[in-house]
């Protein structure tokens, strides 16, 4: 069977961490996000992908070219202008001839998707969606069944009176061929809006997949944080790069811990960092490579992507810093604070309450001042 990850948005609510990568490429514990995907389907024996693009495709494809080296075979549906999560199928169909999987791009979960399948077959389904339970469903859009699993219409957002179920549409449909035939080619068309609302309209028959598997979306940056947080302490199953050299402790190779440095798992330290003397780690944290984290420094629950500088004496807490950025001494770095790539953070300031700092950016020594 083959599937389709929609990879094209923008990622809006998850900047400014994609403003230079788009949301499936961002590191999920020092490896994309969509390697994570691609894994769980080889898992399912699923081996050919399509790949929706729109937003920064280059730096998907030059990542993963044609995906030999996965053992897995790629291809490439690009849109010149997004055309929404039903417009981008479509702008795929030239490649689909059978039953196949589609897949929001940002959507980590251990769906037992064999079993779906089974399930979409077993009942005939022209179409199948993964319900997942929340407990707030009102941020989302619920999906009402019969008691046969059949659906029986959608409704965005609805307010805390009228809700009437907590089970939620998880982001993986499996479908056939022919529903196609009702999406309009070349234009946007949203799946959630257009072809399942019509589908429950014309009596087409739709089946909901009600799932307890581990489920998040990374769309906004408190989950970004929450995914590492859930990997690390094992409540979500992933592999990632890193040799476990003691409990919860993983390390790749030519690093440099400086052995008065005191490290307190679930902590992954990717290729070639360094901790200075007297530096402080506490897990659930993530170095990616090449980052430097200087003497007497704190870090507790962050994210460090690539090449990231910590001076002397900082303190990054709950809080995610891109590729390249610098911080200077005795600055903190916390509440669930997000630098983006390449900016430079000088000495003595105090970024916090989520504060979002773009990429690029310069702050002076003592700018945002205690
Ligand atoms: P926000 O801008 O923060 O809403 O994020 P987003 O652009 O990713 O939108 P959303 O979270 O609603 O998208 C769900 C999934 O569909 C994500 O994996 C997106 O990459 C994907 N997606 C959304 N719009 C498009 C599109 O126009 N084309 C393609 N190919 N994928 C899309």
């Not at 598997?213 to 890193?242: N, Q, S, T």
Request: glycine residues 10%; charged residues 20%.
């Amino acid at each position: 069977m083959k599937a389709i990850i929609l990879a094209g948005g923008e990622g809006l609510r998850l900047r400014p961490l994609t403003c230079n990568i788009p949301k499936p490429m961002v590191p999920i514990v020092n490896k994309p996000f969509l390697e994570h995907m691609l894994d769980n389907l080889k898992r399912h024996h699923i081996d050919e992908v399509i790949l929706a693009i729109c937003y920064l495709p280059d730096c998907i494809q030059r990542h993963f070219g044609d995906c030999g080296d996965l053992g897995m075979s790629l291809t490439y549906a690009f849109e010149e202008m997004p055309l929404g999560t039903g417009g981008a199928v479509k702008n795929a169909e030239q490649f689909l001839d059978d039953t196949f999987v589609v897949f929001n791009g940002d959507i980590f979960t251990d769906l037992d998707l064999t079993d779906m399948i089974r399930f979409h077959r077993y009942h005939k389904a022209k179409a199948t969606i993964a319900l997942t339970p929340v407990e707030d469903p009102t941020a989302y859009g619920v999906v009402e069944t019969d008691s046969q699993g059949r659906v029986r219409c959608f409704i965005e957002k609805p307010s805390r009176e009228t809700v009437t179920t907590n089970l939620i549409n998880a982001g993986t449909y499996i479908l056939e061929p022919e529903v196609l035939d009702l999406i309009p080619p070349g234009v946007h068309h949203m799946l959630e809006r257009g072809l399942f609302p019509d589908l429950v309209e014309r009596g087409i028959p739709f089946f909901g997949y009600r799932s307890n598997a581990y489920w998040i979306d990374i769309g906004v940056p408190e989950d970004y944080l929450k995914l590492h947080h859930d990997i690390l302490m094992g409540k979500a199953i992933a592999r990632f790069p890193g040799k476990s050299i003691a409990d919860d402790i993983w390390l790749e190779d030519n690093c440099n811990i400086h052995p008065s440095a005191k490290i307190v798992g679930p902590v992954v330290i990717g290729q070639g960092c360094t901790v200075e003397q007297g530096a402080r780690i506490s897990g659930p944290a993530v170095l990616g490579a090449k980052c430097t984290v200087g003497q007497g420094t704190i870090i507790d629950e962050a994210i460090l992507w690539q090449n990231v500088k910590l001076g002397k004496d900082a303190t990054v807490r709950n809080s995610v810093i891109g590729n390249n950025s610098v911080v200077g001494d005795s600055t903190w770095v916390i509440d669930g604070s997000i630098i983006s790539d390449d900016t430079a953070i000088g000495s003595s300031n105090r970024l916090e309450h989520g504060i979002r700092i773009w990429p690029g950016s310069t702050i002076e020594d003592n700018a945002i001042s205690f």
